[in-house]
């Protein structure tokens, strides 16, 4: 059961990203994921997540308006879209994966990929 995360990179304030998170040994189709991230020098905090049907999406207030969370359970694959991108947004961004409901609390996510680390600077 592997997660990876992917799509990270260094972009100017205002630009945008698409990561992806993709499974391997498992199906996605039952599982709700979320988005977290940390910055350096900062606890983990929760960013996104979205049911298993992707009937229903929740985000954090720093990023809802900017940040949209979606999923291909053909391809495996949960995106995260981040427009208008802040230097704030600046941290290693982890998918997580939890067969049950969606929350915005990483202690209840059981499954975790390795980060991507986005870079927002001028």
């Known amino acids: 059961v592997q997660l990876q995360a992917s799509g990270g990179g260094s972009v100017q304030p205002g630009e945008s990203l698409r990561l992806s998170c993709a499974a391997s040994?498992?199906?996605?189709?039952?599982?709700?994921i979320g988005w977290f991230r940390q910055a350096p020098g900062k606890e983990r905090e929760f960013v996104a997540a979205?049911?298993?049907?992707?009937?229903?999406?929740y985000y954090a207030d720093s990023v809802k308006g900017r940040f949209t969370i979606s999923r291909d359970n053909a391809k495996n694959t949960v995106f995260l879209q981040m427009n208008s991108l802040k230097t704030e947004d600046t941290a290693v961004y982890h998918c997580?994966?939890?067969?049950?409901?969606?929350?915005?609390?990483?202690?209840?996510?059981?499954?975790w990929g390795q980060g991507t680390l986005v870079t927002v600077s001028s």
């Open positions: 979205i049911t298993w049907s992707g009937g229903s999406t």
């Open positions: 040994g498992f199906t996605l189709d039952y599982f709700a």
């Open positions: 997580a994966a939890e067969k049950g409901w969606a929350t915005t609390r990483s202690e209840d996510y059981t499954y």
